[in-house]
Nanobody, 123 residues
Framework: QVQLVESGGGLVQAGGSLRLSCAAS????????MGWFRQAPGKEREFVAA????????YNADSVKGRFTISRDNAKNTVYLQMNSLEPEDTAVYYC????????????????WGQGTQVTVSS
């Protein structure tokens, strides 16, 4: 069983930055692929970024356009999402997820999910 707890969300003005964190339980964290997804009201949950156990990264280029960076600290069992140049369209609940086998852009490939953290960007 893997438990994921997100933090770092909040209210920020357009153009600002936030760093989300996701703390994971489990001693095999360094072998997991980790992903960030987001869901805005009335919309499907969409892929944002993912990082493999050897730090290969994937991004939703259409949405994040080089503004977001995913990283991980295996010593702390934590994955991060640094979000810069935030736009009102980035407003959503952000979820982290763990895939025990491989990196993926597909939400159905992920085995465990956190409860989410709200990010609100005002114009």
């Amino acid at each position: 069983q893997v438990q994921l707890v997100e933090s770092g969300g909040g209210l920020v003005q357009a153009g600002g930055s936030l760093r989300l964190s996701c703390a994971a339980s489990g001693r095999d964290f360094s072998t997991y692929a980790m992903g960030w997804f987001r869901q805005a009201p009335g919309k499907e949950r969409e892929f944002v970024a993912a990082i493999s156990w050897i730090a290969v990264t994937l991004y939703n280029a259409d949405s994040v356009k080089g503004r977001f960076t995913i990283s991980r600290d295996n010593a702390k069992n934590t994955v991060y999402l640094q979000m810069n140049s935030l736009e009102p369209e980035d407003t959503a609940v952000y979820y982290c997820a763990a895939n025990l086998l491989y990196i993926s852009r597909t939400k159905n490939d992920y085995d465990y999910w956190g409860q989410g953290t709200q990010v609100t960007v005002s114009s």
